[in-house]
């Protein structure tokens, strides 16, 4: 029981960061997940709770939402999340784990060089990276710190970006959760794993809102690239050790 304790509360964390800067729950609960549920069972309690997740953060700023962005973005997203949902079934465990830390640590760069550019997307360059960031979504779990350039490339901030980004995001863990359902990789322990998790991210999420403010740009970006790079370490090690 105190594993679940300890899950829940870093769930409560992850959902109050990810309500204040758009991202980051999946990259804190990750590793954690991997040493309590193993890296199979990990990546459909994410995905649950990541749906949960996102809900709540639709909920809290639903006026705002983009609704032809976000459709846009997952409208090639959802079959490409499918199918990287797919690919990651048939993968052994410790290449899951490595996967995710190269891309955690790839990732880095790749955001300052998103941010650098200040490049304005139309609504097709939209359409081609969710097709991109869809497939990562279904292979490596955790896309947040890349989605987050594109939909502010876009022209999205504030609320309007984390309503945005959620609403597409939910579609597109939709598909890939229907995904490990339909290959009989979502057992009843594993959803109510989920809904454990998902209750505490969106716990964090809701209590979230009045801080959104109060979040100083600079240390938006200090914060991602911290979680990138402790959370790719870990997996990394998980990997070594596996």
């Known amino acids: 029981m105190e594993i679940y304790l300890y899950v829940f509360l870093l769930a409560l964390a992850a ?12 990259l804190l609960l990750l590793p954690m997940l991997v040493h309590a549920f193993g890296p199979r069972a990990a990546m459909p309690v994410m995905a649950i709770a990541a749906i949960i997740g996102n809900l709540s953060r639709m909920v809290v700023w ?5 609704w032809r962005a976000a459709v846009v973005y997952a409208l090639f997203g959802m079959p490409a999340a499918s ?11 410790w290449i899951i784990d490595c996967a995710l830390g190269l891309f955690f640590w790839g990732m880095l760069p790749l955001r300052r060089y998103l941010h650098q550019t200040q490049r304005r997307l139309s609504l097709v ?23 987050v350039p594109v939909f502010t490339a876009y022209g999205l ?9 959620a609403a597409s995001a939910l579609l597109l863990y939709s598909s890939k959760v229907g995904t490990f359902v339909a290959q009989d990789a ?11 998790v998902g209750a505490g991210i969106m716990l964090g999420t809701v209590g979230s809102k009045s801080l959104l403010l109060k979040f100083p740009a600079r240390t938006f970006d200090i914060v991602i690239d911290l979680l990138l790079f402790i959370s790719g370490a ?3 090690y ?5």
């Open 15 to 26: 959902g109050t960061l990810s309500g204040m800067i758009g991202t980051g729950s999946s």
């Open 62 to 66: 639903w006026r705002q939402i983009d």
């Open 83 to 93: 199918l990287g949902a797919h690919t990651l079934l048939a993968l052994p465990a």
């Open 125 to 147: 360059q939209l359409s081609l990276c969710g097709a991109g960031i869809g497939f990562l979504t279904g292979l490596v779990l955790s896309t947040g710190p890349m989605s």
């Open 157 to 165: 901030r504030g609320g309007a970006f984390l309503a945005t980004e």
């Open 186 to 196: 979502l057992s009843w322990q594993t959803a109510l794993q989920g809904l454990l």
């Open 234 to 236: 870990a997996l990394l």
């Open 238 to 242: 998980s990997a070594w050790c596996g």
